[in-house]
């Protein structure tokens, strides 16, 4: 079963920021959070992962909590092409324990 | 552009025939994955390559039958499937087994009749 709880679904006004939440309060020490999304007709797309400490990429922000239970990953300036189901995964390192155990999502609509 | 390419995109078969699903990476990849996905719900983990040898099956049925042919290539072969079989089926990799990021390709979308 997944690990994390997000929302069913959200929207965001286009030009703003997206924050995606998602809830994890069994996580353990040497787990990580993984964000993928999916676009319609797509495969899933990693967007950006973390540990302990808040992270930035080209494509978006990940923001943990202290006590890691939960976390938000930020679109700072969300487009229409961002639609799409967003996945927050905990997932352990390497072998088994790295699985991706994907959840139902959360289904963000980016309108105009 | 996906750097995982899977053909063909669309597959559309019978119960009694025989046909396999491809999937190619070039990016040195070591660990190359199946997953199934039904209309409107997440990918779910089939299998799981490590270095070419099989390392995990998620009790997948034995109609489903994997290969790796090689680090690059990974196939799926599928023999008298069910129409519940009809799913989107996703390949996946990444550098090592489960570690680091997965890159998924756009998948095979398949229908049984």
């Known amino acids: 079963d997944a690990k994390t709880t997000q929302p069913t679904s959200m929207d965001c006004a286009e030009g703003r920021a997206a924050n995606l939440p998602c809830n994890h309060s069994?996580?353990?020490?040497?787990?990580?959070v993984y964000w993928y999304r999916q676009i319609h007709s797509q495969g899933p797309q990693y967007i950006i992962h973390?540990?302990?400490n808040n992270e930035t990429n080209e494509m978006a922000s990940l923001i943990i909590t202290e006590d890691r239970k939960s976390s938000t990953l930020i679109l700072p300036h969300a487009t229409l092409r961002d639609t799409a189901v967003y996945y927050c995964i905990v997932r352990g390192d390497g072998g088994s324990q790295g699985n991706l155990i994907f959840g139902k999502g959360t289904k963000l609509s980016v309108k105009p | 552009d996906t750097e995982v390419t899977q053909t063909p995109k669309h597959l559309v078969m019978g119960m009694t025939n025989k046909k396999s699903l491809k999937c190619e990476q070039h990016m040195g990849h070591r660990a190359m994955y199946w997953y199934k996905q039904k209309a409107k719900k997440p990918p779910e983990l089939m299998f799981v390559y490590s270095y070419e040898k099989l390392s995990i099956n998620e009790s997948v049925p034995s109609r489903f039958s994997p290969e790796c042919p090689n680090s690059s290539l990974l196939n799926l072969h599928l023999h008298a499937l069910q129409p519940e079989d009809s799913a989107l089926y996703l390949c996946a990799s990444s550098q090592v087994q489960g570690s680091g990021p997965q890159h998924f390709g756009d998948g095979t979308r398949l229908s049984i009749l």
């Open positions: 069994t996580i353990s020490g040497n787990e990580y």
């Open positions: 973390g540990l302990k």
